[in-house]
T-cell receptor, first 108, second 110 residues
């Protein structure tokens, strides 16, 4: 099956800093989603982005499908951005394969 | 607004008990999923359903069963709970490709 690798595994930022999270996948995909898991465990959809670039406020994402990676950008980070960021993909059908996540902590 | 609800946020059960975890979505989605999440292992798919009364095994179905009698409800059943089933359980649903998750149930089996 498809392998998904995320980096870095852990990240600590000062409030206001920018960051880039990376997701590499081992095969072509027809679905790629970024999620944020908050400290209470809720997984929140950030982007559905099998290719191209999208922006939503301080967050943006780019997927280069031909090179099998996706990037999530967080600008002007806030403490509420803390949590775990997951990338998940499918190569076909509806079964998502998740990466192991990036644990982000934003400090004052 | 997309809404997926789960019957309990926290649950404590004894070894050997039969446990039901309920998931309801109000978006008329065809597909529903059950995952468990454990530290260091990420999210792993237990079962999914693409229609009423239809089910397919995911990556770790052993020790679990599911029921989908109505489109909006997908139940996960632990026939005889064991301590290694202590975990966070997450339900999700989707019509197209985008999955939407419920708030999760943290199950402890003692």
């Amino acid at each position: 099956g498809i392998q998904v690798e995320q980096s870095p595994p852990d990240l600590i930022l000062q409030e206001g800093a920018n960051s880039t999270l990376r997701c590499n996948f081992s095969d072509s995909v027809n679905n790629l989603q970024w999620f944020h898991q908050n400290p209470w465990g809720q997984l929140i959809n950030l982007f559905y982005i099998p290719s191209g670039t999208k922006q939503n406020g301080r967050l943006s994402a780019t997927t280069v499908a031909t090179e099998r990676y996706s990037l999530l950008y967080i600008s002007s980070s806030q403490t509420t951005d803390s949590g775990v960021y997951f990338c998940a993909v499918t190569g076909g059908g509806n079964k998502l394969t998740f990466g192991t996540g990036t644990q982000l902590k934003v400090e004052l | 607004d997309v809404k997926v609800t789960q019957s309990s946020r926290y649950l404590v059960k004894r070894t050997g008990e039969k446990v039901f975890l309920e998931c309801v979505q109000d978006m008329d989605h065809e597909n529903m999923f059950w995952y468990r999440q454990d530290p260091g292992l990420g999210l792993r798919l237990i079962y999914f359903s693409y229609d009423v009364k239809m089910k397919e095994k995911g990556d770790i179905p052993e020790g679990y069963s599911v029921s989908r009698e109505k489109k909006e409800r997908f139940s996960l059943i632990l026939e005889s709970a064991s301590t290694n089933q202590t975990s966070m359980y997450l339900c999700a649903s989707t019509r197209g490709y985008e999955q939407y998750f419920g708030p999760g149930t943290r199950l402890t089996v003692t």
